[in-house]
């Protein structure tokens, strides 16, 4: 009995495999000969892969082609937390991507610990060397992305002119902003297909466009003048304090900008973490009532249109005087001064008077010859227009304000191109930045070049007034802590009042001191703008000096010959 049992058994075990063995043989055949095209069709799909390959973005050098901002080659890393969690070694992974990357472990372990989730970047931007550690760790569901990343070589020098390109790279401020065009390149494509471990497999490329880098832009500043110029900021603000200070230096002849900043800067290689207020380039965006350093435009306006000499009298009502009931005031009283010494002695009594011989259609028409009210056209993005309302909402007392600077608004760039066509015979430049752009061959294919806006004054008005503003930095005048060993700086002081809601403080103030040299045949023109020093508020005071410790480094550096004492100068 227990014999036959056992042989039943044994049939019944030896039918079941062989139906076991007869299924598998038929799905087999199924899948061997049969028309699969829907699971062929979502096995192409796993495996296929269209990647687009970012471009390197090209170089920004400065005018001797040294360089400023380049695109080094990284890694982004990134985990499949899924394959990672079907392995089971999170902890192990987690502790050693860490460990490399310079992170909490327990930051890593959360990312890698996603529940339901196939993609999860770890870091972005990481050194290919410290990439290099991980793969050759060939840790399961862990992989990179070849990416570009920027960087820019001297940190927050000339921050506020370069600008950055944000994680996309693209540019966001700027140069990089404004030749994002130029810079960005173009990207590549590529199609192919990758194993099951996500590698992609080479034999299976069907499409390769390499991507095509992006062109070099040259500009016109020099990195060591800009080197000069913020260290001298950072001294002045140290000195004198201000919540604020920036400065400009252009080349007289072209409009050429040799060097921009601005303070409170940031690191362009952090700028994320950078404020708004850090970011704002304050040289080309920045709004203020220019104070003195404005009477350069109106005296120049008036001796061009031959309403007064040097040698005559005004007199300056000994520090105040009243016109249509209001009081206008010197910040130090004078008495009756010639025309030159008005000029020297920066008397808004004595401008004021010398403005109300023009007409106001004359002043309005002069002043927007000069630039003022609108835009410059530098090849920059955020720069601003200033505030000069057209004569037809002026006051019966606005051509006296305007005379001292008030009522108006400029930057400090507007300001310097208008004192810089005094320096320029009468031609008011287009300032520019960018000096060429040359695509990945070398070829030029855009080149900045001078270009006049306007003439406002004759070129024998413009030696006149270069030879009146270099007596302001002679003994007795308000810019003479601008004066230069073996040159003759030509300049103005500025000291303007900040508005307040129901007037003007009697205690914030914003210092100028705008200029060129040599004056007898100026090479660099300069204007350097502190806002709200303490204790000392007057642009002599806190301006002049940072000017001229600029300028003394600059001479040197450009080998500017020294200027021998010119008797035309002496004659006023």
């Excluded at 950055?164 to 590529?190: C, D, H, K, W």
């Excluded at 299976?204 to 260290?231: C, H, K, N, W, Y």
């Amino acid at each position: 009995m227990i014999e036959r049992i056992h042989k039943w058994r044994m049939a019944a075990l030896a039918v079941l495999v062989m139906g076991i063995l007869a299924g598998l043989g038929v799905r087999l055949a199924f899948l061997h000969l049969a028309s699969h095209k829907d699971l062929e069709e979502r096995i192409a799909r796993m495996r296929h892969t269209e990647r687009t390959i970012v471009a390197e973005r090209g170089r920004i050098l400065d005018r001797r082609g040294y360089t400023l901002a380049m695109d080094l080659a990284m890694k982004d890393v990134w985990v499949d937390p899924m394959a990672i969690q079907r392995e089971g070694h999170g902890g192990f992974i987690s502790t050693h991507l860490a460990r490399i990357l310079d992170m909490k472990p327990a930051a890593v372990l959360d990312i890698v610990n996603k529940e339901g989730r196939q993609f999860e970047y770890i870091k972005r931007h990481v050194h290919s060397d410290l990439a290099d550690q991980i793969a050759r760790m060939s840790f399961h569901g862990v992989y990179f992305h070849d990416v570009m990343t920027r960087h820019y070589a001297q940190g927050e020098l000339m921050c506020h002119v370069l600008g950055f390109s944000n994680m996309e790279g693209v540019g966001s401020a700027g140069v990089e902003q404004q030749l994002n065009t130029y810079l960005r390149g173009i990207p590549g494509f590529r199609v192919s297909q990758r194993d099951g471990r996500r590698a992609e497999m080479y034999s299976r490329r069907q499409l390769d466009i390499a991507p095509r880098r992006g062109g070099d832009v040259q500009l016109t500043l020099d990195q060591s003048l800009q080197f000069i110029m913020e260290a001298a900021l950072d001294r002045g603000l140290e000195e004198y304090g201000g919540k604020a200070a920036w400065a400009i230096m252009m080349k007289v002849d072209t409009g050429e900008i040799l060097a921009m900043a601005s303070r409170p800067a940031f690191d362009l290689n952090a700028y994320r973490t950078s404020t708004p207020e850090q970011r704002r380039n304050r040289a080309i965006s920045y709004n203020y009532e220019p104070g003195s350093t404005f009477k350069v435009p109106v005296l120049a306006a008036a001796f061009n249109e031959g309403v007064v000499t040097p040698d005559e009298i005004i007199d300056c009502e000994n520090g105040v005087w009243y016109y249509h009931g209001r009081p206008l005031r010197d910040y130090r009283p004078n008495g009756r001064l010639t025309v030159a010494d008005v000029v020297k002695r920066s008397s808004n009594i004595g401008t004021a008077k010398i403005g109300l011989r023009l007409s106001e259609a004359q002043l309005e028409e002069y002043l927007r010859a000069f630039g003022i009210g609108r835009r410059s056209g530098i090849d920059l993005p955020g720069e601003e227009a200033g505030i000069f309302a057209p004569r037809s909402r002026w006051s019966a007392i606005s051509v006296t304000r305007l005379a001292m600077g008030h009522e108006v608004a400029v930057t400090a760039l507007q300001l310097l191109n208008a004192v810089n066509a005094v320096a320029n015979d009468g031609f008011l430049m287009q300032p520019y930045v960018v000096k060429r752009v040359t695509d990945r061959n070398g070829r030029v294919i855009r080149e900045g070049e001078p270009h006049v806006l306007s003439r406002p004054v004759r070129p024998e008005t413009a030696r006149l007034m270069a030879q009146l503003l270099a007596r302001v930095t002679e003994e007795g005048g308000t810019g003479r802590n601008a004066r230069m060993e073996g040159y003759r700086v030509a300049g103005k002081t500025g000291t303007a009042q900040k508005p307040i809601p129901g007037g003007y403080s009697d205690r914030l103030n914003i210092a100028s001191f705008v200029g060129f040299l040599p004056a007898d045949d100026p090479e660099i023109s300069m204007v350097v703008v502190v806002d709200e020093p303490l204790p000392l508020r007057t642009g002599g005071a806190v301006a002049a000096p940072i000017f001229r410790d600029i300028a003394e480094q600059a001479v040197r550096y450009l080998d500017i010959p020294a200027t021998e004492e010119d008797p035309q100068l002496a004659a006023y």
